[in-house]
């Protein structure tokens, strides 16, 4: 989708690090979602923002945290990376209820 | 407790026949429903939706059945091409109140593989 870009595409590091995700639109939608997929267990949401500075919590939310400063970006951050957050990373956008989500082409995150 | 179940992890069907991919639900209060087709690498493409009002939405080759009072919905492509070979999802939706809002909960995929 050409609205949606995440970077970056592909990310070795080891644990204990911090890490960054960004994902950044050119759509202006109000919406949007941070969701992992592992093998197994489909994609899940960790984090989702509702506008700038408004977000909330997922249901594997849990060693993530996310900002919001402007329309266009979404950032998920990993504050100390551990293994099991390895995993393949997306962004969505969303424009509003029973509308679907369009997502990104994912972030492959891999923490040794 | 996983709210949106996909049975079957694999599917293969010859070209030019019928696929039918289910999926079953539990949460009540789900009133939208979609199918994402997802290829290797590639991040999931929305195909088809249906609201909870309606029990048939079509779409080319793609139409999706919902049966509320068995909290069951179905994709079904006719006639399968080698090109739908990928990962299905179902996924579903209730209304957030606050924000207005809105999640989506996933199912775990059917790897659909159609055989020329």
């Known amino acids: 989708d050409a609205g949606i870009t995440q970077s970056p595409r592909h990310k070795v590091t080891e644990t204990g690090t911090p890490v960054t995700l960004r994902c950044h639109q050119t759509e202006n939608h109000r919406y949007m979602y941070w969701y992992r997929q592992d093998p197994g267990h489909g994609l899940r949401l960790i984090h989702y923002s509702y506008g700038v500075k408004d977000t909330d919590k997922g249901e594997v939310s849990d060693g993530y945290s996310v900002s919001r400063s402007k329309t266009e970006d979404f950032l998920l951050t990993l504050e100390s990376a551990t293994s099991s957050q390895t995993s393949v990373y997306f962004c969505?956008?969303?424009?509003?209820?029973?509308?679907?989500?369009?997502f990104g082409d994912g972030t492959r995150l891999s923490i040794l | 407790d996983q709210q949106v179940k996909q049975n079957s992890p694999s599917l293969s069907v010859q070209e030019g026949r019928i696929s039918i991919l289910n999926c079953d639900y539990t949460?009540?209060?789900?009133?939208?429903f979609l199918w994402y087709k997802k290829y290797p690498a590639e991040g999931p493409t929305f195909l088809i939706s249906i609201s909870s009002i309606k029990d048939k939405n079509e779409d080319g080759r793609f139409t999706v059945f919902l049966n509320k009072s068995a909290k069951h919905l179905s994709l079904h492509i006719v006639p399968s091409q080698p090109g739908d070979s990928a990962v299905y999802f179902c996924?579903?939706?209730?209304?957030?109140?606050?924000?207005?809002?809105?999640?989506?909960?996933f199912g775990k995929g059917t790897k659909l593989s159609v055989i020329p």
């Open positions: 996924a579903a939706s209730a209304v957030h109140s606050g924000a207005g809002s809105y999640q989506l909960t």
């Open positions: 949460n009540s209060m789900f009133d939208y």
């Open positions: 969505a956008l969303g424009s509003g209820i029973n509308q679907p989500q369009h």
